[in-house]
């Protein structure tokens, strides 16, 4: 009995007695803290570790299909290009026009992931090709056949000499001193307009057809262009307004001053252009080299029968880089080209007629 009351007393000791006193407790909850920050600190670093090695690897990885992807392009756009020059060489043109335009499209859909210098190449070839294209259909249009001419009767005494009627401009060789632009072939363009002042030109669907069309040395003249054209070169042009339908392929304005460009196309080149406006649909990004004071706004024209002849074209309607613009005189890439701008909305024009 004894021995089970002292047990029962040894039960009946109250918890607080049990416990270690403070003084021993409290010094050990800062090294205890300490212990389970430092594996924090550790797993974080393990962390941010990890996700640099990944960053690298994705990196990697993203340069590894760039370059696949810029070698297939240059194989397959050296094999479509030869194919067209073959194509040419063998009078085949509507076959080298049709594969050409595939050509462009191949160039236009690859800027994204191409170097600046492989995307300037490419436009050069294919401009040249356009060049070629042109000059061999001038080359193989069919002559005009002889036919003798009757000769002039002399006028009767005391009449009076009939007045000559006033030419329409057409198309002209180029003045003395001015060479044909970048990718335009030597000799009178044609389809187009050239040496006009103060007129108002206008060409139509079945003009312009997948027709390489050349506006050069015009003054204060306004063209429309009502239809699709497979490339248009406008060319040494003072205070003109050209408003123009989808261009399949190209277009080159060269030379030019004090103008408004309305263009719809893949490609737009811009060269040694000053003080013009340009409203643009256009698939790839645009260029500019030796220009100033070029401004830029989304295309707007338009006229019954576009939307056919954009679907004739190839033209996606639903893609437009009328924004982006490469300036090959700017090689900074942390401040904007001062040689061009994009033009305010309130500014831009609605109304074209």
Known sequence: MEAGGEAAAAVAVPAEELRAPAAFVAPLQPEMAAAAVLPERLQRREAE????????????????????RSEFFVAAFAREREAVEALLAAGLLEEAAARLQGLQKLLTESVRFLAPYEVRQGQEAVARLQGDLAARRQQLQPKKKFAFRALKKEAAPGSEPRPAEPARPAAAAPA???GPAEGEP?????????????????????????????????????????????????RDCRGCTVLCGPVSTSVLVDGCRDCLLVLACQQLRTHRTHDSRFYVQVTSRAVIEDCTKVSFAPYGWSYPGIERDFESSGLDRNRNNWNLVDDFDWLATDKPSPNWSLIPEQERISCWD
């Open 49 to 68: 570790r990890q996700q640099g090695v990944e960053r690298q690897r994705q990196k990697k990885e993203a340069q590894v299909v760039k370059e696949e």
């Open 176 to 178: 003395p001193g001015h």
């Open 186 to 234: 030597g000799g009178p363009p044609l389809c187009g307009f050239s040496g006009a002042e103060d007129e108002e030109l206008e060409l139509g669907p079945a003009e312009l057809l997948q027709r390489d069309v050349v506006l050069s040395e015009l003054r204060g003249c306004r063209v429309r262009l009502r239809g699709n054209a497979n490339t248009l070169r406008v």
